[in-house]
Protein backbone atom coordinates (compact mmCIF):
# COMPACT_ATOMS: atom_id res chain seq x y z
CA UNK A 1 0.00 0.00 0.00
CA UNK A 2 1.27 3.77 -0.72
CA UNK A 3 1.16 6.02 1.87
CA UNK A 4 -0.82 9.11 1.38
CA UNK A 5 0.93 12.27 0.30
CA UNK A 6 0.76 15.60 -0.09
CA UNK A 7 3.05 18.56 -1.25
CA UNK A 8 4.26 21.07 0.68
CA UNK A 9 6.70 24.02 -0.40
CA UNK A 10 8.66 26.15 2.07
CA UNK A 11 11.59 27.40 2.38
CA UNK A 12 14.72 25.62 3.29
CA UNK A 13 14.72 27.82 6.24
CA UNK A 14 11.57 27.13 7.48
CA UNK A 15 11.80 22.89 6.81
CA UNK A 16 15.25 22.99 9.21
CA UNK A 17 13.32 24.61 11.50
CA UNK A 18 10.02 22.07 12.23
CA UNK A 19 10.32 20.26 15.38
CA UNK A 20 9.37 17.12 13.24
CA UNK A 21 11.02 17.10 9.80
CA UNK A 22 9.15 15.33 6.73
CA UNK A 23 11.00 11.78 6.34
CA UNK A 24 10.74 12.82 2.74
CA UNK A 25 11.74 16.00 0.98
CA UNK A 26 12.76 16.84 -2.29
CA UNK A 27 14.80 19.75 -3.69
CA UNK A 28 12.20 20.99 -6.13
CA UNK A 29 14.70 22.00 -9.31
CA UNK A 30 16.85 18.72 -9.72
CA UNK A 31 14.18 16.19 -7.85
CA UNK A 32 16.89 15.04 -5.98
CA UNK A 33 16.14 13.88 -2.54
CA UNK A 34 17.35 15.64 0.94
CA UNK A 35 18.75 13.38 3.72
CA UNK A 36 19.95 16.28 5.89
CA UNK A 37 20.38 19.35 6.38
CA UNK A 38 23.10 21.89 8.15
CA UNK A 39 23.20 25.11 9.61
CA UNK A 40 26.51 26.93 9.18
CA UNK A 41 26.87 30.27 9.97
CA UNK A 42 30.03 32.52 9.26
CA UNK A 43 29.66 35.85 10.53
CA UNK A 44 26.59 37.20 12.51
CA UNK A 45 24.46 38.03 9.49
CA UNK A 46 26.02 35.36 7.11
CA UNK A 47 23.69 32.25 7.70
CA UNK A 48 23.29 29.42 5.01
CA UNK A 49 22.39 25.81 4.75
CA UNK A 50 24.15 22.56 3.42
CA UNK A 51 21.39 20.21 1.87
CA UNK A 52 22.84 16.76 1.19
CA UNK A 53 21.21 14.37 -1.20
CA UNK A 54 20.47 11.18 -1.10
CA UNK A 55 23.35 11.24 -4.25
CA UNK A 56 25.84 13.53 -5.62
CA UNK A 57 27.02 16.53 -4.42
CA UNK A 58 25.78 18.86 -1.45
CA UNK A 59 24.48 21.61 -2.26
CA UNK A 60 25.00 24.81 -0.31
CA UNK A 61 21.73 27.22 -0.29
CA UNK A 62 20.60 30.11 1.44
CA UNK A 63 17.67 30.38 3.92
CA UNK A 64 15.32 31.91 1.63
CA UNK A 65 15.89 28.99 -0.86
CA UNK A 66 12.43 27.14 -1.69
CA UNK A 67 11.91 23.47 -1.71
CA UNK A 68 9.03 20.98 -2.52
CA UNK A 69 8.37 18.71 0.19
CA UNK A 70 6.41 15.65 -0.46
CA UNK A 71 5.35 14.91 2.71
CA UNK A 72 4.05 11.43 3.83
CA UNK A 73 1.12 11.76 5.96
CA UNK A 74 1.76 10.11 9.07
CA UNK A 75 0.87 10.13 12.89
CA UNK A 76 2.55 10.56 16.07
CA UNK A 77 1.94 8.08 18.55
CA UNK A 78 1.58 10.02 22.05
CA UNK A 79 3.37 7.00 24.43
CA UNK A 80 1.25 6.71 27.67
CA UNK A 81 -1.78 5.75 26.19
CA UNK A 82 -0.62 5.38 22.30
CA UNK A 83 -3.13 7.99 21.66
CA UNK A 84 -3.11 9.33 17.62
CA UNK A 85 -5.27 12.03 15.82
CA UNK A 86 -6.05 11.33 12.25
CA UNK A 87 -4.84 13.72 9.82
CA UNK A 88 -7.62 12.98 7.76
CA UNK A 89 -10.67 13.30 9.77
CA UNK A 90 -9.29 14.52 13.01
CA UNK A 91 -10.76 11.29 14.94
CA UNK A 92 -8.97 10.67 17.94
CA UNK A 93 -7.59 7.06 18.97
CA UNK A 94 -5.86 5.22 21.08
CA UNK A 95 -3.81 1.66 20.07
CA UNK A 96 -3.68 -0.98 22.53
CA UNK A 97 0.10 -1.24 21.58
CA UNK A 98 2.77 0.15 20.04
CA UNK A 99 2.72 -0.61 16.36
CA UNK A 100 4.21 1.00 12.83
CA UNK A 101 0.91 1.75 11.40
CA UNK A 102 -2.55 2.95 12.59
CA UNK A 103 -5.76 2.37 11.28
CA UNK A 104 -8.94 4.95 11.43
CA UNK A 105 -12.23 3.18 12.14
CA UNK A 106 -13.95 6.42 10.95
CA UNK A 107 -12.44 7.13 7.33
CA UNK A 108 -10.59 4.61 6.47
CA UNK A 109 -6.97 5.53 6.01
CA UNK A 110 -3.93 3.94 7.20
CA UNK A 111 -0.80 6.07 8.11
CA UNK A 112 2.46 4.96 8.89
CA UNK A 113 3.99 5.89 12.96
CA UNK A 114 6.67 8.64 12.33
CA UNK A 115 7.65 9.03 15.47
CA UNK A 116 6.58 8.10 19.32
CA UNK A 117 6.30 10.76 21.79
CA UNK A 118 7.17 10.49 25.16
CA UNK A 119 5.40 12.72 27.23
CA UNK A 120 8.14 14.49 29.47
CA UNK A 121 7.11 13.44 33.39
ZN1 LIG B 1 -9.80 9.24 9.96
Redesign the pocket.
Known amino acids: MKNPTHEVTMTIAEWYNLEIRPSKVFHAESGKRIVGCAKRESGKDDVYYEMFFESGPNQFASGEASITCQVTDGVILVASGYEWT?P??R?YSRQSETTTTVH?E??G?TYPVMDIFHVPS
Open positions: CNCRCRCM
